[in-house]
């Protein structure tokens, strides 16, 4: 079993900051990537931002340049700096994790039970 847990959500003004993090625990081989998602009511879940093993990372247009994922492989945690946030932003942030389970042959998807960020003044 491998299970994520996540912390750091909560409500904020306009233009705050907050920091997510997730850390991964279980029976883990390896992990290629994390990640975070978000769903706002009434919409779809959408992709934050990814990191991969190697440190590539990738990020949804409407948070470049404000929010900033990173990772520690050593603690098998993933962190997501959120800056200058809006109302728009305001969702349910789920942590995502591609794992490789040990006695697994392939890579599978683990989630987070979420954490509500509100963006509100």
């Known amino acids: 079993q491998v299970q994520l847990v996540e912390s750091g959500g909560g409500l904020v003004q306009p233009g705050g900051s907050l920091r997510l993090s997730c850390a991964a625990s279980?029976?883990?081989?390896?992990?290629?990537?994390m990640g975070w998602y978000r769903q706002a009511p009434g919409k779809q879940r959408e992709l934050v931002a990814a990191?991969?093993?190697?440190?590539?990372?990738n990020y949804a247009d409407s948070v470049k340049g404000r929010f900033t994922i990173s990772r520690d492989s050593a603690k098998n945690t993933v962190y997501l700096q959120m800056n200058s946030l809006k109302p728009e932003d305001t969702a349910v942030y789920l942590c995502?994790?591609?794992?490789?389970?040990?006695?697994?042959?392939?890579?599978?998807?683990?989630w987070g039970q979420g954490t509500q960020v509100t963006v509100s003044s």
């Open positions: 279980g029976s883990i081989l390896s992990i290629y990537a």
């Open positions: 990191v991969t093993t190697g440190g590539s990372t």
């Open positions: 995502n994790a591609r794992v490789v389970p040990i006695g697994a042959r392939g890579e599978y998807d683990y």
